[in-house]
C-alpha cells in the first residue's frame, strides 16, 4: 500500500441541478487520512460517491493510485444469505483469500456470527458487516460515509483499531462524518466552506 495516493483538482460537485460544492483540492498519500465535515446538505456524501465513481464529477479530476472499497448506508450484501457467506462472494469478487474475510471478521468481532442471515443481524452488526467487508477488500484507499452511526462504545473501540491498521500499513481514509472519529491524525476539512457563494447567501 505504500504507493497509494488519491488526488482531487477542483472538484465540483451537482446533485439535483445544484452545485453543492466547489473548488476541493486534496491530495492524500499512503498514511494519509483527511474527515469531511459540515451540516447536512452540503455534500459530504455526494463528494466521497463522486471520488468512488458512483455520481459524476461535475468540474476537476479524481486521480487515484490503488483500488478504493466504499463503506456507506448501503449494506450491499444479501439479506438471505449467511453472513460469512455475504461477504465471502465479495472478497471473492476482489480476489482476496479466505484469510483476508477472517481477519476481518475476527477484528470487527464478527466471527461468532457468521452462519446468522444478513437480514437478522442489528443496524451495529450490520454497520460492522460493512467495513468488515472494506476491510477484507485489499482495497489501500478507503471511503467511508458516516462510518460511526449506529456504532456502540464498544464497536467505536474496534473501528478505531481497523483504522489505525490500515493507516499504519500505509493506506489511505477518506470519510465523512458529522461526529468525530477516532482519527487522531486526520486533517479535518469543513465542507461548509466550500459551498459556492450563490448557495452559500441563498441560504
Known amino acids: 500500500m505504500s ?3 488519491l488526488t482531487l483538482s477542483g472538484v465540483a460537485c451537482v446533485r439535483g441541478g445544484r452545485m453543492l460544492l466547489t473548488g476541493i483540492d486534496l491530495d492524500l498519500r499512503a498514511g494519509d487520512s483527511v474527515v469531511l465535515r459540515g451540516p447536512n446538505g452540503t455534500g459530504k456524501s455526494s463528494l466521497i460517491r463522486a471520488v468512488a465513481g458512483l ?3 461535475y468540474a476537476g479530476t479524481v486521480e487515484r493510485h490503488g483500488a ?3 463503506a456507506d448506508e448501503m449494506l450491499a450484501l444479501d439479506m438471505q444469505a449467511s453472513l460469512a457467506g455475504a461477504l465471502a462472494f465479495w472478497t471473492k469478487l476482489d480476489g482476496q483469500p479466505d484469510d483476508q474475510l477472517h481477519g476481518a471478521m475476527a477484528a470487527l468481532r464478527l466471527a461468532s456470527l457468521a452462519d446468522v442471515p444478513v437480514r437478522m443481524l442489528s443496524t451495529g452488526q450490520r454497520k460492522r458487516a460493512v467495513l468488515a467487508r472494506v476491510m477484507a477488500s485489499g482495497a489501500p484507499i478507503w471511503l467511508l460515509d458516516e462510518p ?3 456504532l456502540d462504545t464498544l464497536s ?3 473501528l478505531d483499531k481497523v483504522m489505525a491498521r490500515h ?3 500505509g493506506g489511505i ?3 465523512a462524518s458529522h461526529q468525530p472519529l477516532p482519527l487522531p491524525r486526520a486533517r479535518d476539512i469543513d465542507i461548509g466552506l466550500y459551498v459556492p457563494d450563490a448557495e452559500a447567501d441563498a441560504a
Do not use: E, H, K
Open 167 to 169: 493507516l499504519d500499513q
Open 156 to 158: 467505536l473501540g474496534l
Open 55 to 57: 455520481l459524476p464529477v
Open 173 to 175: 481514509i477518506l470519510a
Open 3 to 5: 504507493d497509494a495516493r
Open 68 to 70: 478504493m472499497a466504499l
Open 148 to 150: 460511526a452511526n449506529g
